[in-house]
């Protein structure tokens, strides 16, 4: 594959300087694919233009799947399939179902949120992740720029652009 | 953020409690004199208390009504009072940066708590019969048939070391203690916030902070204690273990929604401009939050009697969920406690927009004060209660008392405290 194998690689020291430099690349008309960070850094996805996360909507809906997958189990339990009478009450106690009703919300909101994350995340087990620069687990930020997204650029100018923002180095990585 | 801009806010800015704003709030007082009035005058010719005598039960006085309302709103404001110092107090022992801008706002609240603490023992004397059942000295005397073994059992609680039946002094003694302290606290705070104002320099804030300290080991024993004594002992004969923090988590949801209200109004009038919507987002989570915590503990309360089903504990529901009366407010105080701040401020955007937040705090500040009329209600006027003009009145004359006292107190004082050591962390303040 051609698409997506050729990448131009900036290497920064200094969180601040990252910053900075994104901005600065980003505003030169450079498109970013990505910034690998050691850590993670305050205020990234803000100059990289990312949008907010909708993990939280996700966490909603499995929210009320967990609430409503729990109401009909217990209404059909206790009224329906085995009705029993619990301390003198009704058989479908609305009371006594809202403990479990609680508990089933918070698990599955959690279970679905961790699930859409790994998924969107692209963190399934038999993911093989791409290293553009194992420096990036260490102490240095990577800035990676697809050359497919910016073929209307020259390679030298965009190795100029990354050179004047502060990259201490700029290398080149491609992918078989 | 990693690149801060230079910050140039006037620190020494003051609030200005101009006349218009003073016209504002005295209107709304004169309105609510007046509804007040009619409502005292709908009591007095009002029609219902025939039932009440028919019944057996003693005579209903229209100004039963009167002292049960003065007893919500003494209860509800002094709970927003010391909500503000114990807010104010959290802050610093939890070291934290983001609310730098806003503790004077906090503390502003605490101004009100003399003025309950007089209020509160006056209308106790006042209406210590028509209020708590517990103060008929008959309960205690043996040769007596209307004699009450269990709450003679519960005497010395009230009335130690005095003879039951007689003057409640260790009751009034905690009540005088309670106020007592709370005051000194908050004096204390106001005192050290004001040589931090003038001489600067972190030690005012280490002492703020061993001050806080003790204060919230105080306050832990006395939100709780102050709980069981004004709002459970009036229904005597009932008790609930977890009512004290019921009771703070109402305080503490109301206090929260005064002080974002509070806050929220200034910035409107042009202050505190370097509270952005990253401090009104924390706001917003801590009144989301605490309203989450009241629906657990108000359901906590509710669930383990009606499972249990003690008759000595259902009582206490049924008096509520069986009355004509009272039925429809159960269910009116989780909507507006519950499920609006739910919904409504479960998203990130409703937490950071002031129109939302005021919307929501506005209707939580009500409906914490429905929460406590219907705790105080049901034991002292049974039947005869209710939401009329007289609860409103009383409602908007000590609301619009409470707002004067505030703002006045808070106009005197700089409105920032401008040596803080953490306000530089609260300008770069990003959620």
Redesign the interface.
Known sequence: MERDTHFILGVYDD??VL??AVEKVRGSGVKIHEVYSPYP???LE?VLGYK?SKL?IAA?LFGMLGTSLALTMQFYMMKFDWPMII???DHAAF??F??VSFEMTVLLAAFGMVGVFLITSNLKPWAQPRIFDLRSTDDKHILAIDLANNSSMKLEKIKEILTDSGATEVNKKSFD | MAHHGEHHYNLDQRFDFTASIKKSILTVLVIGAIILGIGIVLAITGGHHEEGAAAGAHAFHWYERLYASLWVNNVFFTGIAIIGVFFFAIQFAAQAGWSAPILRVMLSLGNWLPIAGVLMIATFFVANHDLFHWTHAYLFDQNDPQYDKIIDGKGAFFFWPMEKGTFPLFYIARMVLFFGFWVFFFNKFKQISAQEDQLGGSSHWYKMRSWSAYFLVFFAVSSSVSAWDWVMSIDTHWFSTLFGWYVFASWFVSGLSAITLIVLFLKGKGYLEMVNENHVHDLGKFVFGFSIFWTYLWFSQFLLIYYANIPEETVYFIERLSSDVYSPFIFVNLGLNFFLPFFVLMTRDSKRHGVFLKLVCTILLVGHWIDFTLMVQPGTLGHNGGLGLLEVGMFLVYGSLVAYVVLGALAKKNLIAKNHPMLEESYNHHI
């Open positions: 969180e601040d910053l900075h850094v305050h205020g803000h907010r939280p909603f301390g003198g009450k009371p006594d809202i403990p």
